[in-house]
């Protein structure tokens, strides 16, 4: 089992420009999330899918920020336009109904100069 | 809403000797209780889990973790520490919403000295 997939590991770009993260998690789970981790704010949820659908999006900070899953072996994170306080860590989580642990991926630590 | 606390945001113990991570929680009904572990550079890993059982929760990597109904409580102990359990601790509680939802606390800093 490969675990979750994310890319890039590192991101570098400059404010205003569209950033997107990309995640694709392990097989047959039917449960995505995405997270953020800031030394300030800690983790927070950003926004989760079951089956593929948007089942709570609360956490999203901004209309900047979008997440979509087109099926069910990926799904993007956009930021549009970027900037510097979008600067953190963040990852992507899927799991299983029967499991209920979540499998992190190693996360996407973005700048934003 | 379920929620967890973690009441402190760092814990030092010297190699060998026992530790323990404090988190309590509160919830509704039973609660689905985790603690995950976080490297520098790297995501979360799941350590253990309590569901319903054994109130004494054996995990990855020699920890442990305590369920007290009364004191609402898991705490995270390990009986004898390394140095390369130096790292971030996240206690996290099940959302009662139906889905896999987690609510996690801030964490701990766990340090380990030689």
């Given at each position: 089992d490969a675990g979750v997939i994310q890319s890039p590991r590192h991101e570098v770009t400059e404010m205003g420009q569209e950033v997107t993260l990309r995640c694709k998690p392990i097989s047959g789970h039917d449960y995505l999330f995405w997270y953020r981790q800031t030394m300030m704010r800690g983790l927070e949820l950003l926004i989760y899918f079951n089956n593929n659908v948007p089942?709570?999006?609360?956490?999203?900070?901004?209309?900047r920020f979008s997440a979509k899953?087109?099926?069910?072996s990926f799904s993007t994170l956009k930021i549009q336009?970027?900037?510097?306080?979008?600067s953190a860590v963040y990852f992507c989580a899927s799991s299983d109904h029967f499991e209920q642990l979540q499998h992190f991926g190693d996360g996407t630590r973005l700048s934003i100069l | 809403a379920q929620s967890v606390a973690q009441p402190e945001d760092q814990v030092n113990v010297a190699e060998g000797n026992p530790l323990t991570v404090k988190c309590t929680y509160s919830v509704s009904g039973n609660p689905y209780l985790f603690w995950y572990v976080q490297y520098p550079n790297r995501g979360l890993q799941f350590l253990l889990k309590y569901?319903?059982?054994?109130n004494l929760v054996k995990g990855s990597y020699g920890f442990e973790a305590e369920f007290n109904k009364s004191q609402t409580s898991f705490h995270l102990k390990k009986p004898s520490a390394l140095v390369s359990d130096s790292a971030l601790y996240f206690c996290a509680v099940r959302e009662r919403?139906?889905?896999n939802k987690l609510i996690f606390g801030a964490g701990t800093r766990l340090a380990v000295h030689p």
């Open positions: 089942i709570d999006d609360s956490g999203m900070p901004e209309d899953m087109p099926n069910a336009p970027s900037e510097p306080r979008d | 569901i319903t059982g054994d919403d139906g889905y």
